[in-house]
């Protein structure tokens, strides 16, 4: 039968009690998490657990070890206790799914009944339930996400933003707030991206914790993969601190002196990058995208991401992603210029000047410079002839280092007879 009534003294709380006796224990469990799992449609990810996470990740920098092993801890902490909501933020690939998905299975095991979802399959199965031939009515769908007692929302904002799709969102967070009841969202979006509605609440300090993860695509391990497909850098792999030349022999001592001032500043970035470097000279070839590049090519030396870009090119990847052919949204595309760790643009000023480009430009500018990103700017076109709104930003010596360089452009060969003197 499966049922036994222990033999215990009368003033024990299981006298007279019938339990599950020790042949059918282990069958019930099994039962038991199979139902929870069915309900959670975990499906491929009952595989991912915390013992098969890599919390140091695969050729990591070490800050980015450091984060990644921040939100590990995190999700761990929240497996064990899971309470108010908790937002993983970050890239494909980062691992973000894969510690949702490891709450996920923890709390099963720990026999709590868990709902693990995508956005996009959520709203499948409700606009499902509407169908005649369905077996689970609208209703009672709605009701076992709204009210679950822990909800795994993956891969928020991957959804079509259709009226009926926000409104149902909407009305799952709000409820869930409202309630304070545990819930786990993980989301490639930035929060600026999302409905307000769903944001604001997403936001509360009170109930949520947001964790951005900084670790890139673990599918792609040993890919330089820091280092953005827009980037040119590969095309200045050559021009470094050491090759750079201060034209001592060819120039005149003060200008050749400032030279070597204009190295030295960017040497001190380029070893604790802060703030904005900007090199101006109304001269081309003289020095300004070499400094530039060694910074960058620095940098990518202590692997560290890094986006160097022609800003001409940087506008004409961001037309491109209006094509349909496209693989990358624009709104992806040019955050992930915005955001970059390090952002340098080269050749500030030669772009077509259309009314889209000034303003792409200026929210790019406008963004880095209130956020305080490091940034390295070059331009050959004299301060005032460039759009006042950017030119402000690069003029706020709180923020940005103007440096202008003096040297005429690179000719070749030694044009002065002075002696050559080298110096220390």
Not at 338 to 363: F, M, N, P
Request: charged share 25%; with cysteine.
């Amino acid at each position: 039968m499966g049922f036994v009534v222990p033999d215990v003294e009368p003033t024990h709380p299981e006298f007279g009690r019938a339990v599950i006796c020790s042949c059918r224990a282990e069958e019930e469990e099994i039962r038991r998490a199979s139902r929870l799992l069915k309900m959670s449609q975990l499906g491929a990810l009952q595989d991912c657990t915390f013992d098969n996470f890599f919390p140091e990740g695969i050729g990591l920098t070490p800050s980015k070890q450091r984060n990644l092993k921040m939100a590990y801890d995190r999700a761990f902490a929240y497996a064990g206790s899971p309470n108010g909501w908790l937002v993983f933020k970050g890239g494909y690939g980062c691992g973000k799914t894969h510690l949702a998905a490891a709450i996920a299975n923890h709390c099963i095991n720990e026999g709590d009944p868990v709902v693990f979802v995508s956005t996009p399959d959520l709203l499948d199965h409700l606009r499902a339930a509407y169908s005649p031939t369905s077996t689970v009515g609208y209703d009672e769908r709605f009701e076992q996400v709204r009210n679950a007692p822990i909800l795994v929302l993956d891969d928020l904002g991957s959804q079509a933003n259709t009226d009926w799709a926000q409104e149902k969102l909407y009305q799952i967070f709000n409820f869930r707030y409202n309630a304070r009841l545990p819930t786990v969202i993980t989301t490639n979006e930035e929060l600026e991206t999302i409905e307000i509605r769903i944001r604001s609440r997403m936001v509360d300090p009170s109930l949520v914790q947001i964790i951005t993860i900084l670790a890139p695509d673990f599918r792609r391990a040993g890919v330089d993969q820091d280092q953005s497909d827009l980037s040119t850098l590969n095309l200045h792999s050559d021009k470094t601190f050491t090759t750079f030349s201060f034209r001592e022999r060819e120039l005149p001592a003060k200008q050749s002196d400032n030279l070597r001032r204009a190295a030295d500043t960017a040497k001190k970035f380029a070893e604790h990058p802060a703030n904005w470097l900007v090199f101006n000279s109304v001269a081309y070839a003289n020095g300004k995208t070499h400094l530039a590049a060694a910074i960058a090519n620095h940098v990518a030396d202590q692997s560290e991401p890094v986006l160097f870009v022609v800003v001409p090119d940087l506008l004409d990847h961001l037309r491109a992603s209006f094509s349909p052919s496209s693989n990358i949204r624009y709104d992806k595309r040019f955050d992930e210029i915005r955001t970059a760790s390090l952002l340098v643009l080269d050749d500030l000023g030669t772009e077509s000047a259309t009314a889209w480009a000034q303003e792409k430009l200026y929210q790019l500018f406008n963004y880095r410079y209130n956020a305080r990103l490091p940034t390295v700017i070059t331009s050959a076109k004299p301060i005032d002839e460039i759009d006042p709104r950017l030119a402000s930003r690069m003029l706020d010596g709180s923020r940005c280092t103007f440096f202008v360089l003096e040297a005429p452009s690179y000719r070749g060969g030694v044009v002065s007879k002075r002696p050559y003197r080298q110096r220390t």
